[in-house]
């Protein structure tokens, strides 16, 4: 049996690493990694870093596909109400690769209790419906570990904190510009990466015309409208609701696999 981290390219999944690579017999431990080919490069350049730090490699899992290449397949545009990009390129992905038996670790905080538990009964509708059962563990609720303790231990390791930390980000995934996300990270993506909003806004009008129906990332609105309505200085409203919900680092826990 194996314990397999969910390695989502954070802090948080990082440390927790660390924590299993001290707990557990090394040679049962596989660090999995998901690559959605929509990540920003310096979340590679954490990974090397935690593989020379733990002197442990990183299992590197693919789907193959970019979610623009399956929005295409899907006919659709994924979006928070319908993040079918997350359960097939990390759900889907992770839930064939463990073995009856496995322990799954998760970088889940005592302040995600809702999401541990989301998580929890994903794996048991999995395994009522597929045999297949694993032992759920999150190590930064069972020892209390606080985000201050994660960044001291990077600090002390001497790896450099991902990048789009550094500019404002709250998590490290699909380079800023994950469909899930509320509307003040998109105009601090605008603001920081604007070469990542312009190809997720290419990405948006290319499947709207491709399907020749009037869909976007949010609610409301493209995000070419958006755009401009920030580039011309417009008042902007923000729902608190739809702006803090989705800054956590991504799992692929989104669904429960169909």
């Known amino acids: 049996m ?13 440390y927790c690493s660390k924590w299993v690579l001290e707990n557990y017999l090394n040679e049962e431990v596989i660090l999995y990694f998901n690559d959605t080919k929509w990540e920003h490069p310096d979340l590679y350049r954490f990974l090397e870093d935690l593989e020379k730090e733990f002197h442990h490699s990183i299992l590197w899992d693919s789907d193959g596909r970019s979610p623009e290449q399956l929005f295409y397949d899907h006919h659709a545009l994924a979006n928070d109400r319908m993040p079918f990009c997350s359960r097939e390129l990390k ?11 496995d322990t799954l670790v998760f970088g889940i905080g005592a302040d995600e209790l809702h999401r541990a538990r989301r998580i929890v009964s994903v794996y048991q509708v999995l395994a009522a419906k597929t045999g297949k059962y694993a032992n759920i563990v999150f190590p930064l609720i069972t020892q ?9 231990f990077f600090i002390d390791a001497g790896i450099k904190i991902p990048a789009l930390y550094q500019l404002g ?4 995934n699909c380079s800023g510009g994950c469909v899930r996300a509320g509307k003040k990270q998109w ?24 399907l020749e129906k009037d869909i976007h990332f949010f609610k409301d609105e493209t995000l070419k409208h958006f755009r401009e309505r920030i580039l011309q200085k417009l008042q902007i409203d923000f729902d608190p609701k739809d702006d803090n919900e989705n800054e956590v680092e991504c799992v692929g ?3 429960t696999q169909s």
């Open 2 to 14: 194996s314990i397999i981290v969910a390695i989502s390219g954070g802090t948080a999944s990082g």
């Open 91 to 101: 759900a889907k992905r992770l839930q064939k690769f463990y073995k009856n038996g």
């Open 169 to 172: 980000f709250s998590h490290n």
């Open 187 to 210: 105009k601090l993506l605008l603001e920081k990466l604007p070469e990542v909003y312009a190809d997720r806004e290419r990405v948006e009008e290319e499947i709207r015309k491709y």
């Open 144 to 152: 209390n570990v606080s985000r201050e303790q994660v960044n001291k």
């Open 253 to 255: 826990i989104c669904d």
